[in-house]
């Protein structure tokens, strides 16, 4: 089956920490991963994804590599700011089938200043 | 564009009782989601729509059923309000099918049944 397995949280990081927040998946066929964002009182928004093996994700100064040997999706971003404090999900969607979505329970991260 | 809206933001039932859960979306998507958010469980989809007129089973769909109204709506409904179903639900809409589409989702409606 599917499954997505995410780092415990909460993560508590001083302004310009890095940042891992590790993932791990288990999938049928070959799955495209995700990493999506929820911001407090918000819903979710996508925040990078990779769809083959060795592809890398960026956006907004976050990265994550698509490591099939490792069946691992890690989230990192070198120096964090208070505005990336909210839930990070990763996600993954196996590409057979329903095609449909399957979720972490999601790591909640705060920065402080 | 507004995205995706959602009404309404906050209800509390009783249990036994009724309602329906209202989405739209803005972006001519063929695909639209409905998914709950409980603590400790990550999202987990009820139900989806691939494309207008269709419906199709997620992953926990007990208790719940859906309309696809038109391409723009997709509504969905509690029968008969449990305490398990309080939870945050949330709405989303993709392009089309299949999950390398991005999902777009709304502000979420948080339900708690007495």
């Known amino acids: 089956g599917n499954s997505v397995t995410q780092m415990e949280g909460p993560v508590t990081l001083s302004e310009e920490a890095f940042l891992t927040i590790n993932c791990t998946y288990t999938?049928?066929?070959?799955?495209?991963l995700f990493w999506y964002v929820q911001y407090p009182g918000e819903g979710l928004q996508l925040l990078l994804k990779?769809?083959?093996?060795?592809d890398k994700g960026s956006n907004k100064g976050f990265e994550a590599t698509y490591r099939k040997e490792t069946t691992s999706f890690h989230l990192e971003k070198g120096s964090v700011q208070v505005s990336d404090s909210a839930v990070y999900f990763c996600?993954?969607?196996?590409?057979?089938?329903?095609?449909?979505?399957?979720f972490g329970t999601g790591t909640r991260l705060t920065v402080i200043p | 564009n507004a995205g995706v809206t959602q009404t309404p933001k906050f209800q509390v039932l009783k249990t036994g009782q009724s309602m329906t859960l209202q989405c739209a979306q803005d972006?001519?998507?063929?695909?639209m989601y409905w998914y709950r958010q409980d603590p400790g469980m990550g999202l987990r989809l009820i139900y989806y729509s691939a494309s207008e007129g269709t419906t199709d089973k997620g992953e926990v769909p007990n208790g719940y059923n859906v309309s696809r109204l038109n391409k723009r709506e997709f509504s969905l409904r509690l029968e008969s309000a449990a305490p398990s179903q309080t939870s945050v639900y949330f709405c989303?809409?993709?392009?089309?099918?299949?999950?390398?589409?991005?999902?777009?989702f709304g502000p979420g409606t948080r339900l708690t049944v007495l």
């Open positions: 990779a769809t083959k093996a060795d």
């Open positions: 972006m001519n998507h063929n695909s």
């Open positions: 999938a049928t066929g070959y799955p495209s």
């Open positions: 996600a993954l969607s196996d590409q057979t089938g329903a095609n449909n979505l399957f």
């Open positions: 989303a809409s993709s392009l089309d099918k299949g999950g390398y589409n991005e999902q777009f």
